[in-house]
């Protein structure tokens, strides 16, 4: 069974940089697709960013090119999402998400898609003030 565990949330302020983890157990990272999606007050669940197995594809929301990188390090398990240059807009809760099972495909849209993953952590806070 895979677990995710988010953590590295806080409060901060806009131009700030934040780098949220998520440890990940039961499963070798290079075994799954990972991903961080987001959920603002009273808004539904955005993607942000996804990492394929290998690590050598990555997808970002629009609003995240440029100020987002999604890491993995597979020596720790961990998959890490630094944000830079942080807005007030980016104030949500962070999830990170999995797959481990095959993908119809490797593109945006299938990447992107919530209904695509099997296991969810429960998320960590991030709050950026302007």
């Known amino acids: 069974q895979v677990q995710l565990v988010e953590s590295g949330g806080g409060l901060v302020q806009a131009g700030d940089s934040l780098r949220l983890s998520c440890a990940v157990s039961?499963?070798?990272?290079?075994?799954?697709?990972m991903s961080w999606f987001r959920q603002a007050p009273g808004k539904e669940r955005e993607f942000v960013a996804a990492?394929?197995?290998?690590?050598?594809?990555?997808y970002y929301v629009e609003s995240a090119k440029g100020r987002f990188t999604i890491l993995k390090d597979n020596a720790k398990n961990t998959v890490f999402l630094q944000m830079n240059s942080l807005k007030p807009e980016d104030t949500a809760v962070y999830y990170c998400?999995?797959?481990?099972?095959?993908?119809?495909?490797?593109?945006?849209?299938?990447?992107?898609?919530?209904?695509?993953?099997?296991?969810w952590g429960q998320g960590t806070l991030v709050t950026v003030s302007s």
């Open positions: 998400a999995a797959v481990y099972r095959p993908l119809k495909s490797s593109s945006y849209s299938t990447y992107s898609s919530g209904s695509e993953y099997d296991c």
């Open positions: 039961g499963r070798t990272l290079s075994t799954l697709v």
């Open positions: 990492i394929s197995r290998s690590g050598g594809i990555k």
